[in-house]
């Protein structure tokens, strides 16, 4: 059954990590036919394929690069996915793994740069602004992400 743009249905998927009581944090993030979202724990949990009503457990990428498990936000910018913590930015490209999460780590894009809050972000123009927060500094700033590398 297609949804309708402007409809809403709630998820009840017995997976799904509120229905763990887990919470999830900010706006989810859709890309190739998977939904994103990211809870306070760190962990980028994904839909399955086609069907954002269906969940499990199992499918999940941590937000570990640096250590933290604090996630604030998952954003999608071009074809990545971005999970933003307290304290950094890790970008994910779809791998297409059969197992887990389709998501996997690109290497060369992270950053020290968190996100101050869970909704602190627009894309504008293909470019990703958002309030930041460096990990050494702890002065917020507006962080613009043309590309894929991140300047205040």
Same mark, same amino acid.
């Given at each position: 059954m297609a949804l309708a743009h402007n409809a809403v249905a709630k998820i009840i998927d017995a997976d799904y990590?509120?229905?763990?009581?887990?919470?999830?944090?900010?706006?989810?993030a859709y890309l190739d036919g998977y939904l994103f979202i990211i809870t306070g724990n760190g962990k980028i949990f994904n839909?399955?394929?086609?069907?954002?009503?269906?969940?499990?457990?199992?499918?999940f990428i941590s937000t570990n690069f640096y250590?933290?498990?604090?996630?604030?936000?998952? %954003?999608?910018?071009? *074809?990545?996915?971005? +999970?933003?913590?307290?304290?950094?930015?890790?970008?994910f490209h779809n791998a297409g793994n059969a197992t887990g999460s389709p998501l996997?780590? %690109?290497?060369n894009? *992270?950053?020290?740069? +968190?996100?101050a809050g869970s909704d602190a972000w627009t894309?504008?123009?293909?470019?990703?602004?958002?309030v930041g927060v460096p990990a050494n500094s702890g002065f917020a700033g507006i962080y613009a992400l043309d590309g894929f590398t991140p300047r205040k």
């Open positions: 990590p509120t229905v763990l009581s887990i919470p999830v944090q900010g706006s989810p839909s399955n394929l086609n069907d954002p009503n269906g969940w499990v457990t199992t499918n250590g933290e498990k604090d996630g604030v936000a998952v %954003v999608r910018y071009k *074809n990545l996915i971005l +999970g933003f913590t307290t304290s950094s930015m890790q970008a996997s780590r %690109v290497e894009i *992270n950053y020290r740069i +968190g996100m894309v504008i123009d293909d470019v990703l602004y958002f």
